[in-house]
Structure formats: structure tokens, C-alpha cells
């Protein structure tokens, strides 16, 4: 089946002059990240159970606010990087929002936006400043699960799924960033891996 992002993915390294400035704020909080059908929502809603901050997805957010006017789900999607930039614009102010002394995990994180703007064609240089500004204590990339994806975001479909994960693991690390990968194991044993990561990034 051919996907509507056939043909379109960019693969431009991130501008290294841009890269050159120091992040403007150091933060406490850790991302949680990963391809489509990674398990993201189930880890940070157990996360949330153990009684942490959490911020959710900006996309599920943007799609509810769209849906709620009246478009369908496909017509989002179709919107391509209109839709991908409404949801960085919503990120970037969820993030302006907290506290940085304050530990948070986030369900994406703006970076992550550099990845999927590539998936239509946009160059992700135009969009990495504002990527510069917040610096997180940590990256949690999840391992890819074998399950359907909710059919409000879209299908899961192999090649853009296999492109994220890849570039959410470069685009970060170009960011400076030391990517954890979080294996496919239980919710709860992917919980433990992950907060005793976050404590040993606490003790150093």
C-alpha cells in the first residue's frame, strides 16, 4: 500500500552553525519518545500512577480541538505539515509553560517535531531554533510494539514508521543529547528501566 508520505521524507543534516549556540535554559524534565505503536501513552500513564507530572501528546490534544470543530481525522492528516506545525506551535507553548527546576515527562518534546517535518517534505532547519531554546535532562526512545495503532491518529504503516525512528534517534543526538533506547518488555519493566535511568541521571 503506498502512504501518503511516499516520496516526501527529507534526510538534510541539522545546520551546524545554528547548532553552535548554547541552549538558552537547562530543565528538568525527560522525554518520552518513539516511533507510532511504541507503547509512549501506556508508559506515561503508569508514569502519571506513580505520581509524577506528565504532559501529554500536543497531537492527540490538537486532533481533539480539530475533531471537535467539526473535520475528521483523515482531513488532519491530509493537512500534512499545516497539521505538523499547529502541533509544534501547541508544544512550543506547552513548553513555555512549566517550570524548569520542575520534573516533568513529556509525551514528545519539541525536537521531535524536526523528525516529522521531514516526513512532508519541510527542511528542518527552518524550525530549529526554537529547538535550541529548552534543554531536557534526559531522552527515552522506545523500542518499537507489535500492536494497531489508534485510528484517530492513522494506521501505523511500516516505512514512515521505521523513518521516525531512525531520525528521532539522530535528530537528537545532532542536539547533543544521549539517546537511552527503552526495550520492548513489559509496561511495568519499561517503567522500572526508565525511572532507574532518570535516577541515575539525578545522581550524576
Given at each position: 500500500m503506498e502512504t501518503q508520505f511516499q516520496g516526501s521524507y527529507l534526510e538534510n543534516e541539522l545546520d551546524q552553525a545554528l547548532m553552535s549556540f548554547p541552549f538558552e535554559v537547562q530543565t528538568s524534565w525527560y522525554v518520552i519518545t518513539g516511533a507510532p505503536c511504541s507503547g509512549k501513552t501506556t508508559l506515561i500513564d503508569l508514569i502519571t500512577?506513580?505520581?509524577y507530572t506528565t504532559a501529554m501528546e500536543m497531537a492527540r490534544e490538537y486532533f481533539d480541538i480539530e475533531m471537535g470543530k467539526g473535520r475528521t481525522s483523515q482531513e488532519i492528516r491530509d493537512s500534512g505539515i499545516q497539521t505538523q506545525l499547529a502541533i509544534f506551535e501547541m508544544q512550543k507553548r506547552l513548553e513555555h509553560s512549566l517550570q524548569p527546576e520542575e520534573v516533568v515527562f513529556l509525551d514528545r518534546a519539541l525536537p521531535d517535531s524536526l523528525?516529522?517535518?521531514r516526513l512532508f517534505g519541510l527542511d528542518p532547519n527552518e524550525i530549529l531554533p526554537e529547538c535550541l531554546k529548552i534543554h531536557y535532562a534526559g531522552v527515552f526512545i522506545l523500542e518499537r510494539?507489535?500492536?494497531?495503532?489508534?485510528?484517530?491518529?492513522?494506521p501505523e504503516e511500516e516505512k514512515p514508521a521505521q523513518f521516525i525512528d531512525l531520525w528521532l534517534e539522530q535528530d537528537y543526538a545532532?542536539?547533543?543529547?544521549?539517546?537511552?533506547?527503552?526495550?520492548?518488555c513489559s509496561p511495568d519493566e519499561?517503567?522500572?528501566?526508565?525511572l532507574s535511568r532518570v535516577a541515575d541521571i539525578d545522581r550524576n
Open positions: 500512577g506513580r505520581g523528525t516529522f517535518t510494539v507489535a500492536f494497531e495503532r489508534e485510528v484517530q491518529l492513522g545532532s542536539l547533543g543529547y544521549h539517546i537511552v533506547r527503552v526495550p520492548v519499561r517503567l522500572d528501566f526508565v
